[in-house]
């Protein structure tokens, strides 16, 4: 699908782009009609939708050797925007508490900010969580670090690591 998408002259900021407006889109239906249900409804659709392209523009852009710096500047800058455009609107929504909501976007962004900083300083980005989990022990992310569960010798353990591991040792 890549190769395809490539021949009718997608690019990879393009599909980045494409999520963004999704995102700003589908929180602006949040915020429009903070009351109604079909928002909601669409929301996880909106959601899939989103990570589909948020995956697909980084690996058409590596496969593909599209590479290019203003595409890492939207790529990131793109996630903070669409997690804040689909996220924030839910603020609005009854019964859902607002302080609660902004916390979450802000520490959405933080940790998103964790990760290019760790770039900057020398440390490599990780999308896979720790290379010892497997099956569904995955990351939990906590705003700051991540935790994740794994087996040894027929025992679960955990180990803690966070964005800047590599830098601090």
């Given at each position: 699908p890549l190769r395809g998408l490539a021949a009718l002259g997608v690019t990879p900021n393009q599909?980045?782009?494409a999520g963004v407006l999704l995102s700003a889109g589908a929180g602006a239906?949040?915020?429009w009609q903070p009351t109604a249900r079909w928002p909601l409804v669409a929301l996880p659709a909106a959601l899939l939708l989103r990570m589909a392209l948020n995956a697909l523009d980084g690996m058409m852009a590596r496969e593909l050797e599209m590479q290019s710096t203003t595409g890492a500047f939207l790529n990131e800058l793109g996630d903070v925007v669409s997690d804040t455009a689909l996220y924030l609107p839910l603020a609005l929504v009854p019964g859902v508490s607002p302080g609660l909501v902004i916390a979450v976007v802000l520490l959405a962004a933080l940790t998103e900010m964790a990760g290019v900083v760790a770039v900057q300083v020398g440390a490599t980005r990780r999308y896979d969580g720790c290379p010892r989990c497997t099956g569904?022990?995955?990351r939990v992310h906590d705003g700051i670090g991540s935790v994740c569960f794994y087996r040894s010798e027929n025992n679960f353990?955990?180990?803690?690591?966070?964005p800047f591991e590599r830098f601090l040792r």
């Open positions: 599909l980045t782009t239906m949040i915020a569904i022990f995955g353990k955990s180990h803690r690591f966070s």
